[in-house]
């Protein structure tokens, strides 16, 4: 009986569930680990792809669902959020990557706010929507994007209600007359260099600021204003007076206040420019006004940081531009300047710190990059063929203090080249190395360096999978081959199609669909890897520059680096034999491991005659301090 | 703004700093482990961080209210302080560059998520019956067709149909997209189906607003994975 019922009972429960499923597909889909899977997919694909935007109930899921996930992106790659995303990546490479790019207004046009920051970040977002050229993130030559329009003009301001052009050109016209008493009131200084120089700023201050005024009731922005009038125009009179007075020298004064009126006056052409007059509404980066190629007959400004940049990376007098050099080696060719000692060429050894093999780790590679720098002082200012340069600190070099600074960069007169300033590989080797003088030059070496463009990969590896998690370096670096590819043909577009790529790579790699993934596995190798019992985060770095003499068939030293397992003492290491034959603690092998990648003896120094590049030692060393510090209960 | 104060003028401002150091499991009940806040902290990436104010804001837009919804704005339920986002996981480019800050669970952001996520759930919980959550008594905002239908299936007493689960599972996909794993739809879907439920018998905003408070608060809705 009771048998039999329970039976039925199942009978019963098969039935229900069998009528339930027919009439409810969510039911279906609800217990098929496929659907989940998929559509757990799409909405993360959907989210990194348009700008953190999911799939929106409005869209047809289950058309989307049929395709396959290559046709999922290609399709998400044409919504316009991509170029938000795109943006978002560019900013966060850049290292510039802050709340948010752009604020909404109520009627929902947006402000990108960010174009303040980089308009490099822009420039190649809408580049890869247009097919155009990617690397263009690099160009120094930038456009101006337009985000304000003229400032209204309000009944107070304008109490006889006169015309509103007519009010802002005569508003102008009055900015030009006080310019022409400004360069009056420098003539006359300048014929009598006896007057009273405090006298002379405080007066010149005020001519200045009524210019200003001028120039803010005409309702022209002062973002317009500062990049077509050029806010350096009295750089001389603003950092002589705040600085230095002494300094003041009233010829270059003169000339930079006479390029300014002339700047001035043609700006008077933009209360006729249509982006300015009705700014567009704008909805994303495609849609904002861009003025390039010398509009208003005002040549364009080199752009290597904006203002702003400049001012999250201030120089002094004492850090000569380092930080703006560790900023470049970090962003652009990775390089967190572990401090591993280097062995250094006699003879730029001496008592100084920097030519200490500990200090010179970061030395050797950071000074020469911030000799690009070297002639930039407060807020990017270009004080090239000045007798002055003043820092964002507000000191001041002149003369012999200038020359004393500038001669930290002058190379050897045996060097066959005037400045050390470069981006560095080797402290013993120049000819891995990659000289220049200027920031065009320091471009030039970003946009032709294969560093670069594995650190660009890096970055989007980091972007769309997670920073942190551990990547296998040749898979990493078979994706950035696409970017290699690409610097070929750099009028193509094909470095746009490069990012696309490798973003659609990324999206459909196993990091990806992985959920909470173990941050020291390797979920994505490069097509052909060959198993290894290393560790994956560095067996490709191990297998290019140290198993050609540390492997099975030829362990150099006793030690093979081909293999990593337990060994006859239980611990997991590499196989490092003594002269009896006997295994060596992993503490003794891991000792002999960062001796041999930081030592500062050249003949010593591993792979023994042999270059590795800067990143993969960090690399290298890097895992093996950390195992060696997990070795010794966490102290290193 | 004048050239000759231009010069002069700090562009840089200071972030505030979150110094607490420990870190708070989440609340969530009946959920399977994502992972313990020792293997967060362990790990060091963004996984196990906070997706951070911004993406989840957006998030919410996204599955509950009209496309293109402009006014909603989670930083409401803490008080109107705007300055609070910061210790809810955002990008800062200030001082070391490019950096995501209180991005790990703590107490004191755990308690602000809580506040900001309870908040939204009981108002969403007493808006059953209409198109529209009222925020602060006059911000009245849209659902989005799909979440209105949803809610309302459930929005009826009692609340829970113990045969079917079907407007549990519409719900919970609403809400919860697929960022979490089925296992936790089950042990959620299972809680509140169970006859000795705390809230088997509750009123149907009360079950909706513990139902809502319990995916919110989940650590699949709240942090990258």
């Known amino acids: ?636 | 703004m004048r050239y000759w104060n231009k010069f002069c003028a700090s562009q840089v401002s200071k972030v505030g700093r979150c110094g607490l150091a420990f870190a708070l499991l989440m609340s969530s009940f009946g959920c399977s482990r994502l992972k313990d806040s020792s293997e967060i902290k362990a790990a060091g990436n963004r996984v196990g961080e906070f997706k951070g104010i911004f993406a989840t804001n957006r998030i919410i837009v996204t599955r509950l209210f009209k496309a293109g919804e402009l006014k909603f704005d989670l930083t409401r339920y803490l008080g109107g302080d705007a300055s609070l986002i910061e210790l809810l996981g955002v990008y800062s480019n200030i001082g070391p560059l490019n950096d995501f800050r209180n991005g790990t669970p703590n107490s004191l952001n755990m308690l602000l998520w809580n506040m900001a996520l309870s908040g939204l759930s009981k108002d969403i919980a007493e808006s059953c019956g209409t198109q529209q959550i009222v925020i602060e008594k006059f911000i009245r905002i849209d659902y989005n067709p799909h979440f209105a239908d949803r809610l309302g299936a459930l929005c009826k007493e009692p609340v829970i149909d113990f045969k079917n689960e079907e407007s549990l599972l519409n719900f919970w996909w609403a809400v919860q997209g697929f960022d979490a794993p089925r296992e936790e739809y089950v042990a959620w879907r299972d809680f509140f189906m169970s006859p000795q439920s705390p809230y088997a018998k509750a009123s149907s905003k009360e079950v909706i607003n513990a139902m809502l408070k319990t995916m919110f608060l989940n650590p699949y809705f709240l942090l990258e994975h």
């Open chain 1, 1 to 636: 009986m009771i048998f039999s019922l329970r039976n039925s009972f199942w009978v019963l429960a098969a039935l229900i569930s069998f009528t339930s499923c027919t009439r409810s597909e969510s039911r279906i889909k609800n217990t098929d680990p496929e659907f989940w899977a998929k559509r757990a997919w799409l909405e993360k694909a959907s989210r990194a792809i348009r700008f953190g935007d999911g799939v929106s109930p409005s869209e047809d899921v289950d058309s989307l669902m049929s395709k396959s996930k290559e046709q999922i992106i290609d399709l998400f790659m044409q919504d316009k959020r991509f170029i938000d995303t795109v943006v978002d990546f560019n900013l966060f490479y850049l290292g510039l990557k802050d709340k948010s790019f752009f604020y909404t207004m109520p009627d929902g046009a947006r402000t990108y706010i960010g174009v303040e920051l980089s308009p490099h970040a822009f420039t190649a977002a809408r580049a890869v929507w247009e097919g155009k050229d990617y690397f263009s993130i690099f160009d120094m030559n930038q456009p101006f994007y337009l985000q304000y329009g003229l400032d209204s003009i309000s009944a107070e301001k304008n109490p006889t209600n006169k015309p509103e052009r007519e009010y802002r050109l005569e508003a102008l016209n009055q900015s030009l007359l006080e310019t022409d008493s400004l360069l009056d009131f420098i003539k006359s200084a300048k014929d009598h260099q006896g007057a009273d120089r405090k006298v002379f700023c405080e007066e010149a201050g005020k001519k200045l600021n009524s210019i200003s005024d001028a120039i803010d009731r005409s309702g022209v922005p002062f973002q317009i204003r500062d990049r077509f009038t050029g806010f350096g125009f009295s750089k001389q009179l603003i950092f002589g007076c705040f600085v230095d007075p002494s300094s003041l020298h009233f010829e270059a004064i003169l000339k930079e206040v006479l390029v300014y009126k002339e700047r001035l006056f043609k700006l008077k052409d933009i209360l006729d420019f249509p982006g300015v007059v009705t700014p567009p509404k704008v909805q994303n980066p495609l849609e904002i006004v861009a003025i390039k190629d010398g509009a208003f007959g005002i040549p364009d400004d080199d752009v290597f940081f904006t203002d702003q940049t400049w001012v999250l990376l201030p120089n002094s007098s004492t850090n000569y531009n380092r930080k703006r050099a560790a900023y470049v080696l970090k962003n652009y060719f990775c390089d967190d300047l572990t401090p591993i000692n280097v062995a250094l060429p006699s003879m730029h050894t001496g008592n100084k710190h920097a030519s200490d093999p500990s200090c010179a780790s970061c030395h050797y590679k950071m000074d020469p990059m911030a000799g690009f720098f070297k002639n930039i002082g407060i807020i990017g200012n270009d004080f090239e063929n000045t007798n002055v340069l003043v820092f964002d600190d507000g000191a001041t070099f002149k003369n012999e203090a200038l020359n004393t600074y500038l001669s930290a960069w002058l190379a050897p007169t045996e060097a066959g080249r005037k400045w050390n300033v470069g981006y560095i590989r080797s402290a013993t080797d120049s000819s891995r190395n990659s000289y220049g003088e200027s920031l065009r030059d320091l471009v030039t070496i970003i946009k032709n360096s294969s560093e670069v463009k594995q650190c660009l990969t890096k970055r989007m590896t980091e972007y769309f999978l997670g920073k942190d998690q551990v990547y296998d370096t040749e898979w990493v670096n078979s994706l950035a081959q696409r970017f290699e590819q690409a610097k070929a043909n750099p009028n193509t577009g094909d470095s746009s199609q490069a990012f696309k790529e490798i973003t659609k790579s990324l999206l459909l790699s196993n990091t990806f669909v992985r959920a909470d993934p173990e941050k020291n596995q390797c979920y994505d190798f490069a097509p052909g890897h060959e198993n290894s019992t290393l560790p994956c985060e560095i067996s490709y770095l191990i297998k290019k520059n140290c198993v050609q003499c540390h492997s099975s068939n030829g362990a150099a030293g006793g030690l093979d680096l081909s293999s990593w397992k337990t060994q006859g003492n239980g611990e997991t290491n590499f196989s490092y034999l003594d002269a009896a034959g006997l295994q060596h603690s992993k503490k003794s092998t891991f000792g002999k491991l960062l001796e041999s990648l930081s030592t500062a003896d050249e003949s010593k120094l591993m792979p023994l005659g042999m270059f590795m590049s800067p990143n993969d030692r960090a690399q290298i060393y890097k895992w093996v301090s950390r195992e060696a510090t997990s070795i010794s209960g966490g102290r290193p």
